[in-house]
């Protein structure tokens, strides 16, 4: 692939146009090799799609090490602890049949040690927590989005591994509440209504990714549309709704997840306090390290005031490292005291997603 390329902001008008500028062969849609070229480019850069387009967010200083599946996350500490961390919230619930357990992406990601209250508030009240750590929302904007990605991403490696060693089974979906505060998980049907309601109301409000509704302070607006689409299409499906939230859905063998924990503990040596500790260790020293390539990527572009991004010039600067920091440790941090902000949440916590 010729990565060189590529440029930060640039649109590709199709896959065909991409495979012209990396100077690689297409492939049809269904062919495996498309996959594999998709998941090539992910080691070099960052990139989402809008309908046929593609668009290159970020290039990578340096490419990513090529993942063997076969091997995900076996000898990797992070993932071990985020492993363990998981069976040990799960632990604490046996389920019966036909039953499964649901988690909303914030509340796991908090139960797991990655992130903390803060992080809600951060995530909701931008402006408010930019204000209260003296920094500019650019920040928040800049912390959010890649803690947003790679707390999501990790987990979802870590499950990835234990549903291939047959410990759990794993859905991701949505949930929903009713005005008797019962917890509903979506079916199929469900499932695919919520996502309807969430695409039509995207497009009415002229959003196209979903972590923008955040960072455009219009999260409460775009929930309030979604439940009233809801209740109008498909009031049979979802009676009396009150709210729904995006949700881990687990389902396993309680004495089977016990002997994979076992195993854990005897022959890898982890415990509750150590996998607890060590993933803050580890978590944090990670994301000093993504503060750390942005900044040095973002020089080895043109002078700083020069380019026209932003988000560039903000990761050029000489404060960005001080600032990325600062936020990173108070959404990450378990023992950072509470930031106070000039406005309450009111919202229920465990309806905030985190997109991904």
Same mark, same amino acid.
């Given at each position: ?13 199709? &896959?065909?146009?991409?495979? +012209? ?19 090539? *480019?992910?080691?070099?850069?960052? &990139? ?6 593609? !668009? !290159? ?17 076996? @000898?990797?500490?992070?993932?071990? =602890? ?5 069976? @040990? ?5 046996? *389920? ?15 139960? *797991? ?21 003296? /920094? ?10 890649? !803690? ?6 990790? /987990? ?32 199929? =049907? ?10 039509? /109301? ?11 509704? =955040?960072? =455009?302070?219009?999260?409460?607006? #775009? ?9 109008? +299409?498909?009031?049979?499906? #979802? ?51 993504? !503060? ?32 990325? /920091? ?26 905030? +997603?985190?997109?991904?």
């Amino acid at each position: 692939m010729k990565i060189e390329n590529l440029k930060e902001g640039q649109v590709l008008k199709n &896959y065909k146009e991409l495979c +012209e500028v990396l100077g690689i062969k297409p492939t049809s849609k269904a062919n495996n090799s498309r996959i594999a070229q998709f998941k090539e *480019l992910e080691r070099y850069c960052k &990139y989402h799609k809008e309908g046929h387009k593609i !668009i !290159i967010d970020e290039i990578y200083s340096k490419e990513l090490e090529k993942v063997d599946n076969r091997k995900l996350g076996n @000898n990797n500490e992070q993932a071990k =602890f985020i492993r363990y961390l998981l069976l @040990n919230q799960l632990s604490g619930h046996p *389920l019966e049949k036909h039953e499964v357990i649901g988690f909303s992406k914030g509340l796991l990601l908090r139960k *797991l040690n990655l992130l903390n209250d803060n992080y809600i508030t951060a995530k909701v009240k931008r402006e408010q927590y930019a204000m209260a750590l003296e /920094v500019n929302k650019i920040a928040i904007d800049e912390c959010i989005e890649y !803690i947003d990605n790679r707390s999501t991403n990790a /987990v979802k490696r870590a499950i990835s591994v234990l549903v291939s060693q047959k410990v759990l089974g794993y859905k991701w979906s949505y949930s929903w509440v009713d005005h008797k505060r019962i917890h509903h998980h979506a079916d199929v =049907f469900e499932h695919n209504a919520i996502m309807e309601a969430e695409f039509e /109301v995207m497009e009415q409000m002229k959003i196209r990714h979903k972590g923008k509704i =955040f960072e =455009f302070g219009r999260w409460n607006e #775009f929930k309030s549309r979604v439940k009233k689409y809801l209740l109008e +299409e498909y009031s049979t499906l #979802f009676p009396m709704l009150d709210y729904y939230y995006a949700s881990f859905h687990f389902h396993y063998n309680i004495e089977q997840l016990q002997r994979h924990m076992r195993y854990m503990e005897q022959k890898q040596g982890v415990t509750y306090e150590i996998a607890r500790e060590g993933i803050q260790t580890l978590w944090s020293k990670s994301l000093d390290t993504t !503060i750390d390539n942005y900044n040095k990527n973002a020089n080895k572009q043109v002078p700083f005031g020069i380019c026209p991004n932003e988000k560039i010039n903000y990761r050029k600067s000489e404060i960005y490292k001080t600032e990325q /920091v600062k936020v990173k440790n108070s959404i990450v941090k378990q023992d950072y005291p509470k930031v106070e902000i000039s406005e309450q949440i009111t919202m229920n916590l465990d309806q905030i +997603e985190i997109p991904f």
